[in-house]
């Protein structure tokens, strides 16, 4: 089946570092998705990706889908401590209406 | 707008007994759902696809008569969990599919935290 690998597991940073993460996935995908999620909450969606090669920005927040369509990064520039939380990417394939598959998550620890 | 609720928000109950979870869409009308476990430090995983109006379709390996759901509405779904057990204890979380109705446009609940003791 598909897996999708997302890396780092985890990333201490300081206050004001960037932050870079990424998922590959053994498939290709047609929408690729960022989510937030606080302990104790559902995910919060931070930014959809539907074209191989798009580069869209939320903020301070900076995703891509890779044009290979089989790849992600998200980009968090000058961290602040609320970009405390566990970050998930989420594909979807042609054939898979609505069923997103999650990586297994980058925990950020922001401290100050 | 696009707000989905959960109830309970945490539950707690005794090994054999069954629990029911709603997934609301406050303010939508959501024709598909989706519920997905939890457990802890790990991914979302899809359990099973909701629509309103007929039966819902379960990703391998979840057991349908386990983890009964029911669309009833446009705007609500249930995931009952009978005879719970110990190792169903998880993070039971509901998404729906926004008014636009496109796949990739989904709104997650809160979550509902399921312990079996």
């Known amino acids: 089946g598909q897996q999708l690998n997302q890396s780092p597991q985890s990333m201490f940073i300081q206050e004001g570092e960037d932050v870079s993460m990424n998922c590959t996935s053994s498939s290709i995908f047609n929408t690729w998705l960022w989510y937030k999620q606080d302990p104790g909450e559902g995910p919060v969606l931070l930014i959809a990706?539907?074209?191989?090669?798009e580069l869209t920005s939320n903020g301070r927040l900076t995703a891509q889908f890779g044009i290979t369509r089989k790849d992600s990064f998200l980009n968090i520039s000058a961290s602040i401590p609320s970009d405390v939380g566990i970050y998930f990417c989420a594909g979807m394939t042609t054939d898979s209406w609505g069923k997103f598959q999650f990586g297994a998550g980058t925990q950020v620890v922001v401290t100050p | 707008g696009a707000v989905v609720s959960q109830h309970p928000s945490w539950v707690i109950c005794k090994s054999g007994t069954s629990v029911k979870i709603e997934c609301r869409s406050l303010d939508f009308q959501a024709t598909t759902m989706f519920w997905y476990r939890q457990f802890p430090k790990q991914s979302l995983m899809l359990m099973a696809t909701?629509?309103?109006?007929?039966?819902?379709?379960?990703e391998q390996g979840v057991e349908k008569d386990k983890f009964l759901i029911n669309h009833a509405s446009l705007t609500l779904s249930t995931l009952t969990v009978t005879s719970a057990h110990p190792e169903d204890s998880s993070f039971y979380i509901c998404?729906?599919?926004?008014?636009?109705?496109?796949?990739?446009?989904?709104?997650f609940g809160p979550g509902t935290r399921l312990t079996v003791t």
């Open positions: 998404s729906a599919t926004g008014p636009s109705g496109r796949a990739y446009e989904q709104y």
């Open positions: 909701s629509n309103e109006g007929s039966k819902a379709t379960y």
């Open positions: 990706l539907y074209k191989a090669g």
